[in-house]
């Protein structure tokens, strides 16, 4: 059974640092593209950042800057490194692997973590 877990959410000062884990399981995702996306209370579901199979990544504007993605194949895990985290990043963050070589939109992703709540407060 293909699984992606994500963890390492949490409660967070203004100016704090998270990271983030996108586990699977059931596959390698080496050979898939792995996006992270967010979605706040109210709303749309909104693209953050994604990492090709061939390593090349891409950030969204709103977090350019401050949130760096990586791959580790050797415990199938892909990061998201949250820095300089601001009330506005509030949101629970979900993982999804896909297929696509160079994914556009959420429709093409095929497996999606169950997500895990950052919650940005002094």
């Known amino acids: 059974q293909l699984q992606l877990v994500e963890s390492g959410g949490g409660l967070v000062q203004p100016g704090g640092s998270l990271r983030l884990s996108c586990a699977a399981s059931g596959f390698t995702l080496d050979y898939y593209a792995i996006g992270w996306f967010r979605q706040a209370p109210g709303k749309e579901r909104e693209g953050i950042s994604c990492i090709t199979s061939g390593g090349s990544t891409s950030v969204a504007d709103s977090v350019k800057g401050r949130f760096t993605i990586s791959r580790h194949p050797d415990n199938n895990t892909v990061y998201l490194h949250m820095n300089d985290l601001k009330r506005e990043d509030t949101a629970v963050y979900y993982c999804?692997?896909?297929?696509?070589?160079?994914?556009?939109?959420?429709?093409?992703?095929?497996?999606w973590g169950q997500g895990t709540q950052v919650t940005v407060s002094s």
């Open positions: 999804a692997a896909t297929t696509w070589r160079l994914p556009t939109n959420e429709k093409q992703y095929d497996y």
